[in-house]
């Protein structure tokens, strides 16, 4: 995923965020590690999983409306596993799942 660098997006507290494919991160947190980056490339195997980004971003809203951010699915899974290397070559369809 390509990385693009500003001051706005995200919100301060958070190093990056998966936005339609691209990872937008805070300019201070440059580079980004290889948790954060494996972090938002869990994000966008969700996204596909879902249908794409539009699908993706509907699914988080509501589980973020229901639960809070601490409780969502997409966030669990990636969470758990953003240290592992080899996580996405070996992660399981629909992994999330698991988190609901």
Do not use: D
């Amino acid at each position: 995923m390509k990385v693009k660098y500003n001051r706005w997006i995200p919100f301060k507290g958070f190093a990056a965020m998966a936005f339609f494919g691209v990872i937008l991160a805070r300019k201070e947190c440059k580079p980004l590690s290889p948790i954060t980056l494996r972090h938002e490339e869990i994000h966008q195997a969700q996204a596909r999983e879902c249908g794409g980004w539009w699908r993706f971003y509907w699914k988080y809203l509501r589980f973020w409306i229901l639960c809070g951010y601490a409780e969502i699915p997409f966030e669990l899974e990636a969470y758990a596993n953003e240290a592992s290397a080899t996580y996405l070559q070996n992660r399981e369809p629909f992994a999330w799942r698991k988190f609901v």
